[in-house]
């Protein structure tokens, strides 16, 4: 499962970038919610997204970081130590996409004409959280996905109002990042696991993951609504359409993230305590060798 649905969502993430970089529609789209994203939403909102400055990004990324690496040592997880760093080697090698990336002449856009996809900033704190989530214990899990969850929205909007990134550059990257870490969540074993013997469903996990996915899934879908509505008006810039596509931008980035998450926090309980009686308990004893 974390394979099939890992796949999914890098396959996701480079839909939204074709969307974004190779067509009219999208590239109108994303110059559109970048020019007028501030216009359209509350003063007070867009006081909160202007905290995420380069080195806010930076610093709450570390903490989130820091506090994975040292639960895992205290924890002991040598296995899903070595699993968070291949998660994050490939999660960097992801954010140079961006230098590789073409980004082709559609339209005369009013922000910079070069590819800015995938977000660095969001891969880097959407990252981190995930790292976070993938270390704690089991009843901490649940807690774990709703921070990094809260954390990677307001990185991914923050770029956004910033105008450091296009709104699709955001999306693509929490989609990426995504799709790497159940990937990565894929090769969990040994010590990547809960203990044998201790293994339980946690009701946090069931509850919290359950709402993630069925709530994101639904947002994603609004989302891609609310653009389809408003394609007409993209392609002529009309005033009509701009709080449309900032609000379905918002809707996309939030309802990608909280998919995401709970995505990844279904799975990491999954391939920690699978639910199975032998993956609970552990498998029986085996005889001794004979020589």
């Known amino acids: 499962m974390c394979v099939v649905f890992g796949l999914l969502l890098v396959a996701a993430a480079f839909g939204v970038y074709w969307f974004g970089v190779h067509t ?97 900033h969001t891969i ?28 990677s929205v307001f990185v991914a909007l923050s770029v956004v109002n910033g105008k450091w990134h296009r709104p699709s550059d955001a999306l693509m990257a929490v989609l990426l990042v995504g799709g790497v870490a159940l990937l990565t969540l894929a090769f969990t074993r040994a010590s990547g696991m809960d203990d044998t013997g201790k293994r339980r469903s946690s009701a946090g996990v069931q509850v919290v993951g359950s709402i993630a996915i069925t709530g994101g899934a639904f947002a994603c879908l609004y989302g891609a609504y609310v653009v389809w509505q408003v394609v007409p008006g993209l392609l002529m810039s009309a005033e009509w359409a701009r709080s449309g596509a900032v609000a379905a931008a918002i809707i996309l980035i939030c309802g990608a993230t909280t998919l995401v998450f709970g995505l990844m926090l279904a799975m990491r309980q999954l391939t920690a305590a699978p639910l199975t009686r032998l993956g609970l308990v552990g498998a029986p004893p085996a005889p001794p060798k004979r020589r």
Request: aromatic share 12%.
């Open 124 to 151: 880097l704190g959407v990252a981190a959280a995930t790292a976070l989530l993938f270390a704690v214990s089991r009843g901490w899990r649940w807690v774990a996905a709703l921070a990094g969850g809260l954390w």
């Open 24 to 120: 009219e529609t999208g590239q109108s789209f994303d110059d559109m919610v970048e020019t007028y994203f501030a216009a359209n939403v509350p003063g007070w909102f867009t006081g909160l997204l202007a905290a995420g400055s380069h080195v806010a990004v930076l610093v709450g990324s570390i903490l989130f970081a820091a506090a994975a690496l040292a639960v895992t040592i205290v924890r002991r997880r040598w296995w899903l130590l070595g699993q968070l760093v291949a998660f994050g080697v490939l999660c960097f090698a992801a954010s140079l996409l961006k230098d590789v990336l073409p980004r082709p002449f559609i339209i005369h856009t009013t922000i910079d004409a070069g590819n800015s996809a995938p977000s660095g």
